[in-house]
């Protein structure tokens, strides 16, 4: 039997065209979403408009831009916008796309607390949206003991006239009066692989760090905080557990550990978007805020993440060490009993505030068609997921088997 190739070239002119298929298809999708459709939704719109009707694709440079918010207090001037993420951006799964959006005067939009700087999640990799959603409530209500946990609200977002879908309008982590109002030699820093910030390096543990740019900082001062992170590191590490304590602030790294723990948030490994802060007041590390939860709750097959059994948060590299010791096992133990009761309550809320969001959902899928079809990262079973509460029944049974395993486990053997 004869095999017929393809030459690289047409190989390529095909990706072309499907592509351009694709573009097309969803294109027309939303132009088929009519404002009448999304505004009997409730909720606020977003509405941007960049200058000359551009399209926003790059990550790296703002595009100018007018922004309108209808909402209850409506707000509305002009702004900046550029994409953001790593695998959300660059994924061919996932043609919905996160931004973010830099306002030319702060504003306290949707009651949030005044700031320039606010991102915009698409929650395209989460099919049920909630997964953030429910780890941030967790922060707030049950393990809550952090400065500070962003806020989000859902909202619409239109650009350029066209429909864009369902999205949550989030506070940024980073240094600011209303979000970490961090001073002196304070910094944030975060565990990523993605080195997408100005000053990056590798610990002598062997963590692939970040420091988030600060305004006005120069190479000379990067270096010092970085210094200041080895020398934490160090003390974390050291055998002699007397020491530990007085550089790290013990409540917030055990709430920051079960948060990610009970959720298997794949990323909660030091692999990404792990955030942490020194304050130079009080001379000691926390952990937090926490961020990124959009491929936890069994949400990726990777490193057996898709079961409710098994650890993944004691591999961070930092923990690894910490859990050695018997003084910080048994807090942390003791945190998981006092918590454990109103944890539970919180499974069993998921589904009314899925039932509020089923039609923003709904409409959302006319454009991105989620439900049922290939979305990284794929978790197990997706094909046969083919509608809105197929998704939540999941989440809800894994949180209820992931549960009941990790009281199990607290309470034997830890």
Known sequence: MKIRRYSPSFLILLGVLLATSVFIFIASAKSCIRPDDYKKLGLPVLSIETEGGKKIRSKEHYFD?????????????????????????????????????????????????????WVLLANATDKSFLRNEYA??????????????????????????????????????EIDKNRLPLSGDSFLAKADVHWNEPWTFISKNGSRMNIVEQDGATPFDYQSMQMTFQSIEDTITEKDPSVYRSVIDTPSFIDWYL?????????????????????????????????????????????????????????????????????????????????????????????????????????????????????????PGWRNRKNYQSEIDYLVQFLKARYAWIDSYFLTYF
């Open 65 to 117: 831009a007018t922004y309108s918010l209808d909402a209850e207090i409506p707000f509305s001037g002009k702004c900046k916008i550029r994409g953001r993420g790593n695998s959300t951006w660059s994924n061919i799964d996932t043609a919905k796309k996160p931004y973010l959006l830099k306002l030319n005067e702060e504003q306290p939009l949707l009651g949030m607390k005044s700031a320039q700087k």
């Open 136 to 173: 941030l409530r967790l922060a707030n209500n049950i393990w809550n003991r952090f400065d500070f946990v962003p806020k989000e609200q859902f909202i619409t977002l239109v650009i350029n006239g066209r429909y864009e879908g369902l999205y949550c309008l989030s506070e940024k982590v």
């Open 259 to 379: 948060i990610n723990e009970f959720t298997k948030n794949h990323d909660s490994r030091f692999y990404a978007s792990c955030y942490m802060y020194y304050d130079s007041q009080r001379k000691q590390m926390f952990m937090g805020p926490v961020w990124d939860f959009d491929i936890s709750c069994g949400y990726t097959s990777e490193d057996g993440c898709h079961t409710p059994d098994g650890l993944v948060t004691n591999e961070g590299n930092w923990y690894v060490h910490m859990l050695k010791r018997p003084d910080f096992r048994q807090e942390l133990r003791q945190r998981w009993i006092e918590t454990r009761e109103p944890l539970y309550q919180t499974i069993n809320a998921i589904q009314a505030e899925a039932d509020s969001l089923r039609q923003a959902v709904e409409l959302d899928d006319r454009v991105w068609k989620s439900f049922g079809h290939r979305h990284w990262p794929n978790a």
